[in-house]
């Protein structure tokens, strides 16, 4: 399975980036979908993650009311809006799937997740 995460850029702060991620994997409707990021020299970090049916979303204290983490399982894609950016969201976003995934699950951390894509660069400025 191969993850492929586009739309990272450059943006002011206050401004909006959609972030996107698609797969090859034919079963990404029952997959857990989670969104990580990693600023220079400091540990990845999850950002938000979202349930199979899209129904159960959770998110980082930081980007709450700020991101949306949402999903289209027609299109094996999964999207991250981020409005009202802050130089401190400057980091390599990173998309993941958890093929075990279940309702209630934890998904907040790393370890869960079988599949990984690239990272895609987002840098705010001030």
């Known amino acids: 399975v191969q993850l492929q995460a586009s739309g990272g850029g450059l943006a002011q702060a206050g401004g909006s980036l959609r972030l996107s991620c698609t797969t090859s994997?034919?079963?990404?409707?029952?997959?857990?979908l989670g969104w990580f990021r990693q600023a220079p020299g400091k540990e990845r970090e999850f950002v938000a993650a979202i349930g199979w049916s899209g129904s159960s979303t959770s998110y980082t204290d930081s980007v709450k009311g700020r991101f949306t983490i949402s999903r289209l399982n027609a299109k094996n894609t999964v999207y991250l809006q981020m409005n009202g950016l802050k130089p401190e969201d400057t980091a390599v976003y990173f998309c993941?799937?958890?093929?075990?995934?279940?309702?209630?699950?934890?998904?907040?951390?790393?370890?869960?997740?079988?599949?990984w894509g690239q990272g895609t660069q987002v840098t705010v400025s001030s």
């Open positions: 993941a799937a958890d093929k075990n995934y279940y309702y209630g699950k934890g998904m907040m951390t790393p370890g869960p997740y079988d599949y």
């Open positions: 994997g034919r079963a990404f409707s029952t997959y857990g």
